[in-house]
Each structure stands twice: as C-alpha cells, then as structure tokens.
C-alpha cells in the first residue's frame, strides 16, 4: 500500500518534468547541431547570460515593465468597471456606451502603436497607453454581463427592505458580479501583457521588451534568449495569481463561480 | 434590471442615439481642429475620409492587407495542423496531459511578439519572422480548446460506439471530431483573432527594424511604420487603424457564419 502510494508520488513529481526535459533536450541537441551560439544559444549558456542579467539590469528592466503594467493596468480596470457600472445604471448610457466599446474593441491594441508614437513620442507613455487600452475592454464586457446576470430577486428583496441605491449597489450588485469582475479582471491582465511587450519593443525605451530588441542590438542572442524566457515566466506569475484570485471570488458563490 | 432607472428609451433610440453621439463628436473634433494650429499634426475626420478613398482607389491598402492577410492564413493554417492533433492527444491521454502542460504553459505565457528578434535572426525580415510569430501565437487557443473538447466529449457516446464495433479510426472520425468541433471552432476563432494582432505587431516590429534601409512595404504594420516615419500621414494612420479594426471584425463575422453552417448542432 505504502509502495503503492510512493510509487504515485514519484510518479507526479516525475511525470510534469518529462515535457520539460523533452524540450531542454531537444534545444540542446539543436544548439549542438547547429553549433552556432548566435543562431541558437544553448540552454547553458542562456541560464549563465540570466544569472550575469541579474547581476546587470535585468532588475531594473523588470521593476520597469512591472511599473508600466501597474499604471496602465490599474487606469484601464478602473476606466472598464466604471464604464460597466455606468452602462448598466442608465439605458441611455448603456445606448451610447455599448456600440462605442463594440466600435473600439475590434480595434487591437497594437493598431494604435504608430498614432501613440506619433502623439506621445518613443518612451514610456507607449506601452502605459496600450495596456491602459487593452486591459478596459475585456473588463467592461465581462462586468456588464456579471451584473446583468445578478438575480433581480436579490435586488428587489434590498430595495423593499428601504436599501438605498448605494446600499444596493455595493452590498448587492457588487458582491453577486464579483466573480465575473475577476474573470474580466484576468482577461484584461493576458492582453495587458501581450501588449506590454509589444509597446516596449515597438515604441519603448524602457523595461523588459525593450531590453530585449537592445541585447539584439550587439547580437547577444544568448541574452535575447534569456529575455524571453523572462518574459514567459512574468507573464505565467501574472496569471496564476489572477487565476488563484478567481478561485478565491468565485468560492463563497457557487451559482456565480461556476459560470465564469 | 431593476439597477436601471424607468424611464424607459424612446423607440429606435438604440439606433440613433449612438450615430447622433458619433457625428456631433465628429463635427466638433473637425471645426476645434480646424480652428487651431494643430491641423496636420491631428488628424481630422474629413482628412481620414479622404485618405481612405485615396488609398483604396490606389490599391496600397489592399496589397498590404492582402500580404498580411496571407501571413495570417498561413500561420493560423500552421497553427491548426500542429494544435489539433496535439491538443487531441492531449485531451485522451491523461499521462500526456500531465507530462505537456507544465511546458505548453510555459511556452504560452511568452508573448508571440518577444520571439521577433530571434525570428529574424531565423528567418529574415522579408515576412518568414513574422509568420513565425503568428504560427506560435496561434497554436495555443488550439491546443487548449481542442484539449478541453476531447476531454469533455460523452464517455457514453464512446462506449455505445465501441460497443457496435467502432474501431479506434472510427472513433476518433465519426465521435471524437463531430463531438469536439463546436469547441474546436471557438479555439479557431480566437487563435485567428490572435494571429491578427500578432501579424500587425509583429510587422510593425520588423517595420521599425529594417526602416530607411529599403522599402519594402510587405503589410498592413510595414505600411504603417512608413506612414509614420517617411510620410508622417496622421489622416492615413488613422485610415489604417480603422482597417485593422474592420478586417478583425469582418473575420469573426465570417467564423461564426461558417460554424453555423458546417456545425449546426454547435450552440454558439
């Protein structure tokens, strides 16, 4: 039994390292066939240019996109919860606001690269921008139909109990789409990142994107490598705490978490 | 919605109250810009309608489209034949599951984007890198719906299959692939989205790159650095955004009426 259970243990430690292993190998076997570190730097000395980044700016780069994510990040939630509470308070915003953002949203943010460059010049206010503008429409969408889908019953039962507007907005509304704000809350973060990463390397001068097109500069492609790696492993933190969020918002509720 | 106030919209308002919102913010952005020093520096919607009908009636916007358009086709065509089968392998063997995610989830999380530079190293900046990027970012929304859809196919349906006699063939074609296209043509719908966005920054990317060391205008992001740097055409920019914008739209419109007609059992 004891052998049995072991057994299962090693057996899931073991099994999720075997993709890994595949893919570090089969990198090495190509960097080794290829024997050019330019073409394709090994992972060896992709792991010895990470751990010389991080004695260099790599910190710094990072500290930079992380701030650039949280101001436009925070701006562009905030701007799509407000747009969503705004459009599901009154018929006549809700007309006027829902073609506008089903205008836009087709719109990527990248398309707005150039006229950022143009209007807010190379720097930082580019990516802020495009993360700003990113991160409002998977949001606003997903709260809209989280308070849509909020039993009016529940709303009915506040108001004949005398809640105020206010009381019903925030002891009712809220708290019911509140999973659905999570899950538009992440959406928003994935896009987010993506063009995070597309502002620093088009139109930044500053941050990890950025960094990455520089290091391509002097040709060390080890450290482009790197950097991308880096990248991958930001964008993957993000959205596990995002994803650990939405577990947390969506357990008190089961009608609700389920749904989103 | 009880949120909601009474009064309820007049008639049609759903209609006209969003166009009479556009055109007054239309007109009054042209008369404020024309009015001010900025004309030429922002662009002004009469300035946009010209350049549209200009650059239409040219064709420069239609050889760019049609440059990135095929990049995107092929890169999403790519990114079906590798997510598919993966993602089908994925979802019926769970030790498969278990071995791959770890590394698919690592892979997924670097941005298509930040290959640009090695995808030039690889594959030059004549439009291979950017169909790299789109390929890399549309494999994903594959693998991860087409995952899913095996994994939630009936197991009833497989069983009663098995048990009239379906050999593992017939299984995966008549009861596996019907069952899992509903999903699978969601995965499409987002994996081609993605492959739009990616074509353009990607474009933009090698734009950028290989600016002032000879033009060649491949696609719409190409097309779009040289609007910017060499002509400085804001009117035109816009134009182009705008595009983008519509062809986005125009391919989603197009997906779901496709799903409705070769998937009619799919409810969306």
């Not at chain 1, 953002?101 to 990248?110: C, K, T, Y």
């Not at chain 2, 990317?205 to 696609?219: L, T, Y």
């Amino acid at each position: 039994m004891t052998d049995m259970q072991s057994m299962r243990r090693i057996r899931n430690l073991v099994e999720p390292l075997l993709g890994l292993a595949l893919v570090l190998a089969m990198w090495h076997i190509t960097s080794r066939h290829v024997a050019n570190a330019t073409l394709v730097p090994p992972p060896a000395l992709v792991w010895k240019a990470f751990v010389a980044m991080l004695d260099d700016n790599l910190p710094q780069d990072i500290l930079a996109s992380l701030l650039h994510l949280a101001v436009g990040y925070s701006l562009g939630v905030s701007c799509g919860l407000a747009l969503a509470l705004l459009a599901a308070s009154s018929r006549w915003l809700d007309a006027v606001i829902d073609p506008f953002a089903e205008f836009l949203r087709p719109i990527s943010p990248i398309a707005w690269i150039p006229l950022a460059i143009l209007f807010l010049g190379v720097g930082r206010a580019v990516p802020i921008f495009l993360i700003f503008y990113a991160s409002i429409f998977p949001i606003f969408v997903s709260t809209l139909a989280g308070i849509r889908r909020v039993d009016p019953s529940l709303v009915s039962a506040a108001q004949s109990l005398g809640a105020s507007r206010l009381i019903v907005v925030r002891n009712v509304i809220l708290p019911a789409a509140l999973p659905a704000v999570v899950a538009g809350a992440r959406l928003s973060l994935g896009v987010a990142w993506m063009s995070l990463v597309a502002g620093e390397i088009v139109g930044g001068d500053a941050g990890i994107g950025w960094r990455i097109l520089w290091y391509q500069e002097f040709f060390q492609m080890d450290r482009v490598m790197a950097g991308i790696l880096v990248v991958g492993v930001l964008g993957f933190a993000a959205d596990t705490a995002l994803r650990l969020l939405q577990k947390h918002a969506g357990r008190w509720n089961p009608a609700q978490g389920n749904l989103t | 919605m009880s949120l909601q106030s009474a009064h309820a919209l007049p008639r049609g308002a759903r209609w006209w109250l969003p166009l009479l919102v556009l055109v007054v913010l239309l007109l009054v952005w042209e008369v404020a810009v024309r009015r001010s020093a900025a004309q030429g520096l922002v662009p002004l919607p009469s300035g946009v309608l010209a350049s549209a009908v200009k650059l239409t009636a040219n064709g420069v916007i239609i050889d760019a489209m049609s440059g990135s358009l095929a990049r995107v086709l092929i890169g999403f065509a790519f990114g079906a034949l590798v997510g598919i089968p993966l993602g089908l392998l994925i979802g019926i063997l769970p030790v498969m599951d278990r071995a791959l995610r770890p590394v698919l989830d690592a892979l997924r999380s670097i941005a298509p984007i930040a290959w640009i530079p090695m995808a030039i190293l690889w594959l030059g900046v004549r439009g291979d890198a950017a169909l790299f990027v789109v390929a890399y970012g549309a494999v994903f929304p594959f693998i991860v719906n087409t995952s899913q859809a095996a994994r939630l196919i009936d197991r009833r349906l497989l069983a009663a299959a098995r048990a009239l006699g379906a050999g593992p063939w017939i299984l995966l074609r008549s009861v596996m692939l019907p069952g899992s296209m509903p999903l699978i043509f969601t995965g499409a719908r987002i994996a081609l989205a993605f492959a739009w966005a990616s074509i353009v920054a990607a474009e933009l990317a090698i734009g950028i790159k290989i600016q002032g060391q000879g033009r060649s205008v491949a696609g719409i992001g190409q097309l779009m650095v040289e609007t910017l740097y060499v002509q400085r055409d804001v009117d035109a920019l816009v134009f182009y955004m705008l595009t983008i914008g519509l062809v986005s739209l125009l391919i989603d419109a197009g997906l779901r009426w496709l799903q409705q007609r070769l998937l009619p059992w799919s409810q969306h």
